[in-house]
């Protein structure tokens, strides 16, 4: 007889026994995968729409960073940013030159990368704006998911991420989001940035309204205020631009990445900006054991050469149109609405055919992964070496799903 715990009902239980509760995932245990598609214990296949959060935008196991990270692995892992290592300046130099700014900071994860960009700005504010000590102030949205240190979720206005972790940090003011002159009001002498997603992806894919970003980026450039875009889930091609501020022409700042950084294999973040906001930190100010670390740099050096070429951008912007497409069809169907842009959309199922777990559960049944945010909405977020009958194959079992 074969172990249960080899089957799934049996690595569920296991898996759940000596964890904490902290996720809810679906009762699916994964053994292998490639490209787009999974394998659980017990054979079973999955079209992977999740994608990690946008952690896989090149999909599982993509053959040319699994050979840099092979070939790190037998060189060197980790020397800590003591000393240089020789993997270190060319991760750098293509990084800042993808993101057409001076300086990198490498971190681990997306929350580090967002906690490295707040610190980043106060200093900038009290050195180089002149704000009196201990007075600046960021300015934040309303719906925002930044990640889960006590500071990120001191400005969260998620009740589960947010309550009973108090005393909160103060400094910061939270605005509707897309609301031009409700941002624009917020700003004060003692505003050092604005901290916004340019798609708020946890929210569930939203796009904020045409203008606002750059509207925004007017208002922080008139009124000497840093714009710190976090594309930890928006960049790196996930909209069919390498970022999501491009598809409204807007620069920030301070570029806050992360996830698809590190090719799905290694947590790799980063802030990239120019050297007169960057510059601010001098030796012992700021730092990570991990940051920047050989293996780490290895991988994402290879995503940064895969970026650089530009395909994956294009893949993300001709396919999503296709996802968005057969999404749209099916508005009115069960779906009530859709957002996104690339391959990367929000639906909102009807509240009274089912919730956004309900339906995942439903598509997981049909062999397609896909992980609900809020209530009834869902978000699709496949790698990006999915293929249009791939997409078609997902669209159509959704379709399913919706008409019980
Ligand atoms: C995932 C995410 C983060 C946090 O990243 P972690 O690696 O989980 O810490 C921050 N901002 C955005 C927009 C994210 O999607």
């Not at 971190?107 to 009290?126: D, L, Q, S």
């Amino acid at each position: 007889m074969v172990d249960d715990r080899l089957r799934t009902p049996g690595a569920v239980r296991d898996a759940e026994r000596f964890t904490a509760h902290n996720y809810h995932p679906l009762p699916v245990v994964i053994t292998s995968a490639e490209g787009a598609w999974l394998t659980d214990v017990d054979g079973r296949r999955y079209l992977d729409c999740l994608a990690g959060y946008s952690a896989l935008n090149f999909g599982h196991r993509h053959p040319g960073l699994i050979a840099a990270a092979h070939a790190q692995l037998d060189r060197l892992t980790l020397t800590s940013r003591a000393f240089i290592h020789d993997q270190f300046a060319d991760f750098c130099r293509e990084l800042a030159e993808l993101c057409g700014k001076d300086l990198v900071l490498p971190m681990n994860t997306g929350a580090e990368a967002v906690e490295t960009g707040i610190k980043v700005a106060r200093k900038w504010g009290y050195q180089v704006k002149g704000v009196p000590a201990g007075q600046a102030n960021i300015v934040v949205a309303e719906g925002n998911f930044h990640g889960r240190t006590t500071t990120i979720v001191s400005f969260s206005t998620d009740e589960d991420a947010r309550a009973d972790f108090g005393p909160y940090t103060p400094g910061f003011t939270v605005v509707p989001y897309g609301d031009l002159d409700a941002l624009a009001a917020a700003v004060d002498e003692n505003t050092v940035a604005v901290l916004l997603e340019p798609i708020q992806g946890e929210q569930g894919v939203v796009v904020p309204p045409e203008g606002y970003l750059p509207g925004v980026r007017r208002v922080c450039t008139e009124r000497n205020v840093l714009l710190v875009a976090d594309e930890i889930q928006s960049g790196l091609g996930r909209t069919g631009t390498t970022f999501a501020c491009e598809h409204e022409g807007v620069v920030p700042d301070m570029y806050l990445l992360g996830k698809a950084l590190g090719g799905g294999i290694v947590p790799v973040s980063a802030v990239a900006a120019n050297t007169d906001v960057l510059g601010v930190l001098k030796p012992g100010q700021h730092g990570s054991t991990f940051g920047g670390n050989p293996l780490a740099c290895a991988v994402a050096t290879e995503v940064v050469r895969l970026l650089a070429t530009g395909e994956f951008q294009r893949r993300s912007a001709e396919l999503g149109e296709r996802l968005h497409a057969g999404l749209q069809s099916l508005v009115g169907k069960g779906l009530v609405a859709v957002r996104g842009r690339g391959l990367w959309a929000g639906l909102d199922i009807d509240p009274t055919l089912m919730t956004g777990r309900q339906a995942c559960e439903r598509l997981m049944e049909r062999g397609v992964l896909a992980k609900d945010t809020h209530g009834s909405t869902l978000r699709l977020a496949p790698p990006l070496v999915i293929t249009a009958e791939e997409i078609d194959h997902a669209v159509a079992q959704l379709a399913a799903v919706l008409a019980g």
